[in-house]
């Protein structure tokens, strides 16, 4: 998708992130609306890859009977801009690449799924509880993470940087080398956690520490940085490469870090098995790939599902 360099692109990304994105937190009601809306729509592929996929006997065999016999799925839904999820411009119809895996899974298993959704911050707490079977939401599997929740693994994102046209920076292999710039990120992500973690470094190097800066939302995260507020952006790797193809003045600097990202699950659910075999099951038939074709994340294609495996170091 070539870059669009006219007003309305802001608009359409300003407007396709008004409700958080998969790594971080906001309002979930929120939806875009007005033209901008339109247009959000339009540059969002609406190619079917889902309704074809064949319930997997052998996978949802290993399903726990309750589950099989309510024919359900509860899934918790983080929403905000493509290509993890976003709404299209009637404001409740949702897509993404985590809503068609989703989706999917639930047909390989035999489940209706029932969708909700929720703010990123919200969904691991209320899985513990009970009230979710499953979250998604680009969710990166963390060693911290996983003290408390189990994953099922179906893709491969992680942590990278954008910036505007005119940054000096080429670049960022080091946090050091944002000493003395203020970055933009989202609340209660892992790209908030690796920021504040690292501050010191600056501190420790002689060097004026980076400012960060967080924000509810990521039409605000890029706000910031299209207005100068913030000199870079730090977010998911899919994410940034979508947006800088939408909006005029940025683009993507690097890959910093790689996180495979999984369904999120209660600790010791016995929902994984299943959901891996499913995963599974789209891989075999092909579902998969054309569910990462439609979003043009071909990159982010992982070998074998897994069950909660160690972060990537």
């Not at 992130?17 to 998969?22: D, I, K, P």
């Not at 996978?59 to 899934?75: D, E, H, Q, Y």
């Not at 994102?157 to 960022?172: H, N, P």
């Amino acid at each position: 998708m070539p870059r669009t360099r006219h007003t309305a692109a802001f608009a359409l990304i300003t407007a396709a992130m008004l409700a958080l994105t998969a790594c971080g937190s906001g309002d979930p009601a929120t939806a875009p609306a007005g033209a901008a809306g339109s247009a959000a729509e339009n540059a969002i592929p609406m190619t079917d890859v889902v309704s074809g996929v064949k319930r997997n006997k052998a996978a949802a065999g290993l399903l726990p009977a309750a589950v099989r016999s309510a024919g359900t799925l509860n899934i918790a839904s983080s929403v905000g801009t493509p290509p993890g999820a976003t709404y299209l411009a009637d404001g409740r119809t949702l897509a993404g690449t985590d809503i068609d895996f989703a989706d999917a899974v639930a047909k390989v298993l035999g489940l209706k799924p029932k969708r909700e959704v929720a703010a990123f911050e919200a969904i691991l707490p209320a899985l513990g509880s009970g009230k979710y079977d499953v979250g998604t939401g680009n969710f990166g599997v963390t060693d911290e993470r996983r003290k408390t929740i189990d994953f099922v693994t179906y893709l491969n994102d992680g942590q990278g940087f954008a910036v505007r046209d005119d940054s000096k920076l080429a670049e960022v292999t080091d946090l050091t080398q944002l000493c003395g710039l203020t970055v933009g990120t989202a609340a209660g992500t892992t790209f908030e956690v690796t920021l504040e973690e690292n501050r010191h470094r600056c501190s420790d190097a002689g060097k004026k520490p980076y400012d960060v800066r967080t924000y509810s939302d990521l039409a605000a995260v890029w706000s910031s940085l299209q207005q100068g507020r913030t000199d870079v952006v730090m977010s998911t790797i899919n994410g940034l490469r979508y947006a800088v193809k939408q909006q005029e003045g940025v683009r993507f600097l690097n890959e910093f870090a790689r996180l495979d990202v999984g369904f999120a699950f209660k600790k010791g659910t016995p929902l994984a098995p299943a959901f891996q075999a499913a995963v599974s099951s789209l891989k075999a038939d092909g579902t998969y790939d054309r569910i990462l074709e439609k979003w043009g994340i071909d990159e982010s294609a992982i070998e074998t599902s897994q069950i909660s495996p160690p972060e990537i170091g």
